[in-house]
């Protein structure tokens, strides 16, 4: 369904296209008519616009290999810089332009360092978001193997039995600018960032086993430069893949950096959008982050189910 001349790309070359360079660019086009963005928009800030986006995984080259041995002849062209280059190339943005993988982390990752760009005058404006397709069977033999799949068929966030994720696929992406130009420039604001931080777990007990006190440390830091006192905070969009790993150590790091504010329990709701979507791997940071700037639009907290 991806019509390649409205982006003037040829059928030939969009064939050979990973479908996550396409989705992700049909996705910042409708993200700029949600914006009410055009072209003569970014040629107002000299068309200085990053883009970020998260991807960890390509495995369109298994299909396009099996397509050759069919006798289909089109030329792959499968690369994560090139899911990002594609939108700056399109929308001629002069930004930084960068594809990231920090396995599920990575479209948060990407709207982080989106913030940092503008901050350090980088950008005017940034595309953020993340993309993640389920392409051959081979992904799924991959997770099997690390036995992170759920033996059932649902993703049990925080729940009693969790066994493990499913795994979903999804596209977004949210256009960033400073809050004070947002304002002058009359845009439909949908959120506000106040502050964002990254770090990495170190080492721990094994090497996708994640780290509570660094958890704990980050989630200090962000809250201490946001200025916002936690004890006010009522919700808390969470990572938890249901596992029964993973989401405990979460927990674990969520209340030892409030603990340093308030002994207060029972104020703040916790959820993930996995249990609805399932696992989306690069994706799943903007799923999240969008979950629950749609629930400040619309002043409610969606449902984390089973």
């Not at 059932?152 to 596209?171: L, P, T, Y």
């Amino acid at each position: 369904k991806f019509d390649p001349l409205f982006f003037n790309i040829s059928p030939r070359e969009a064939e050979g296209m990973d479908p996550q360079e396409r989705l992700f660019l049909e996705t910042v086009w409708t993200l700029f008519e949600d914006a009410g963005y055009t072209s003569r928009d970014f040629a107002r800030v000299n068309n200085e616009v990053g883009t970020f986006v998260g991807v960890m995984n390509c495995n369109y080259e298994f299909l396009s290999g099996e397509a050759y041995g069919q006798g289909i002849t089109h030329d792959a062209h499968l690369a994560y810089w090139s899911i990002a280059n594609r939108v700056s190339y399109y929308f001629n943005f002069m930004g930084p332009s960068l594809a990231l993988d920090t396995a599920c982390s990575s479209s948060l990752t990407a709207v982080h360092l989106a913030c940092e760009s503008i901050k350090r005058g980088e950008c005017r404006l940034a595309v953020a978001g993340g993309v993640h397709l389920i392409l051959h069977p081979v992904h799924y033999q991959r997770l099997s193997r690390l036995n992170m799949i759920s033996m059932g068929r649902s993703c049990n966030a925080f729940a009693k039995g969790a066994d493990g994720f499913i795994d979903g696929e999804g596209v977004g992406a949210v256009l960033l600018k400073p809050l004070a130009q947002a304002t002058a420039d009359g845009d439909r604001i949908y959120g506000v960032i106040k502050s964002s931080a990254i770090n990495s777990g170190g080492r721990t007990n094994g090497f996708t086993v994640p780290n509570p006190n660094a958890q704990a440390r980050l989630i200090a830091k962000t809250i201490q430069d946001s200025g916002i006192h936690p004890r006010t905070i009522s919700y808390v969009e969470a990572h938890g893949t249901g596992t029964a790993l993973g989401d405990p150590i979460e927990i674990a790091g969520l209340t030892r950096a409030y603990r340093e504010h308030t002994d207060d329990r029972q104020y703040c709701a916790i959820g993930s959008v996995k249990s609805n979507i399932g696992h989306l791997d690069s994706a799943a940071g903007i799923a999240g982050f969008i979950k629950t700037v749609l629930a400040l639009k619309y002043k409610l907290i969606p449902p984390t189910i089973h």
